[in-house]
Structure formats: C-alpha cells, structure tokens
C-alpha cells in the first residue's frame, strides 16, 4: 500500500471552450490494485474511523475508487518541475477514461513504481477492486 497527495486533473472542472480542468489536490490511498480518492487526509482518517479501519467497497458504495485492472501507467516527465503520471486504457474501445496526476518530485519515483506494479499484477483480474482492507 502507499498513500500521500497528489493533483488530479479535474475533467468538471473545465469549461466548453476547451479548457481541460483545474489542477486539484486530493489524497490518495493505493490498497491492492484500487486507488482511492480522499479530499484530504483527515476525510481518509474519518472514513477509517467510521468503519473500524477499514476501506470496504461493499459496506460503503460512497468511497471514490479507481480500480487499476485495464490501465497502464504512463509517465509524462517533459516538464521536470510538475512530473505527470496517467492512467491509460489499456483497450481504446474501453468505458475507461484517462485520468492525470501531478505528484510533487520527493515522492513521484515511489508513486510511479507503486502504481505500476499494482496496475500489472491487476491485469486479467476480473475480481479487481472486490476485497476489503484492514489498515491499523
């Protein structure tokens, strides 16, 4: 697992002429191959507490989650200061859409391998996303 902020870019957040969204700062958790969607820290904490430290997509439908089954992991390191890393389908023809994340350069080597190897061993896993955690 691994967890800490990262900036998503929002796709509501555009506008019609064109514009592709707002930079906005998150928390994430990587469990397994799901990556979890928090607004802060302290709303993961709360999240946690409310059901007895665990991240449960059965018991709680409301959690923002992302699971990596049908992804590949693409790194966009032009712009050395604001490194982007994007969640790309795997299958063009898929539902799946893609999805970008800034990560400040301290900690985006370790979320690069993390997510990387949590999108490869996801692949042929019909059940991504299906388990529940325990975290202490």
Known sequence: SYE????????????IMGN???WLSRYFV????VLY????KKAFEAVLKENNGMLDLKKNKNLKSIPLSGYEILVDAVNTENPCLILSPLDEDAELLSRYYRVDTAT???WARHLVSASLT??????AGDESFLLL
């Open 4 to 15: 800490g902020e990262m900036k998503k870019r929002g796709r509501r957040t555009g506008n």
């Open 108 to 110: 985006f080597r370790e």
């Open 122 to 127: 996801s692949q042929g896993d019909d059940k």
């Open 20 to 22: 592709r969204g707002r």
């Open 30 to 33: 990587l469990l397994g191959n």
């Open 37 to 40: 969607e928090f607004y802060d």
